[in-house]
């Protein structure tokens, strides 16, 4: 059997719209022609798809097992198209990406400068927000894909591709002030009463583990919205601040900040990449894909 690809979709259109009339004007193709189309495709067939009345039309039986059958195909057909019609206009396409702002400047931008010198004419729209927005962003296909930090059993993934882009490492760090406490390991017990910055909106919360895998409570006595403001608080001298240590390496290691190594560990956090698992990515998005986790693989 070789039925003409258009006939189902006409048929999917019909059955979606159920009047000839609206169907033709959704297909912008005479109401005689969608008849002609699904009395072919019932002959072709052998049976009944529709059963006509003063109202309109209603699938059969047979019908709605063939809408049950061919819906999934032709949406990944359709998505098949479109990314061929998203390889053509690479020169003119746009990707819209989610994350935070100590992400982007911190990890993301070498991508991005990367991604922008293969492809300057692509467009690039930046969203930044907390993940739980972000989270929602993609569910909803308003931003193609999120760089985030997020624990990947969440079940606020649940709808979610994700990929495993870095385990990264929080440690406590401060300025030459606190030279005295980076000499050896000390407990948080002996450091706890110094002023102690953390970024309150981190959606990972921050927490100390005892040896025996405990957790440890703790206040902070300064509360920032991110990660680059705990750092920046931390170079003037605020008190001692939690960052990502894979962040701030240079800075270790020419010495502008030290790091001061607890005996208690704190939890590491993973920095995924997340896209919805039923919007097809455009080629604009999976080239930017391909250039992230080509150089974050484990």
Known sequence: MNINYDLFKVFIVVA?????????????????????SIKNLEWQLNGSLFIRNKKGVKLTENGKKLYNYITPALSQLADVEKFFNNISKIDTGEIKIGTSNTILK?????????????????NIFIEESYTPNLINMVKNGNIDVAVIYANENDPKLNGLKIYQLKKLHYCLIGNKKYKKYATKKVNFNEIKNESIILNSINPIQTSLQNNDGSDMNYSAHINLASHSLVYEFVKEGFGLGVVIKEF??????????YEIKLVEKFEPVNLVLITNKTIFPTYATSQLMNIIMKKNKD
């Open 248 to 257: 701030i390496e240079d800075n270790l290691n020419s010495k502008d900040l």
């Open 16 to 36: 979606n719209c159920s009047t000839i009339t609206e169907a033709s004007k959704k297909l912008n193709i005479s109401q005689p022609a969608v008849t002609k």
């Open 106 to 122: 911190y990890f993301l931008m070498p991508y991005l400068k990367t991604y922008s010198t293969e492809f300057p004419k692509v």
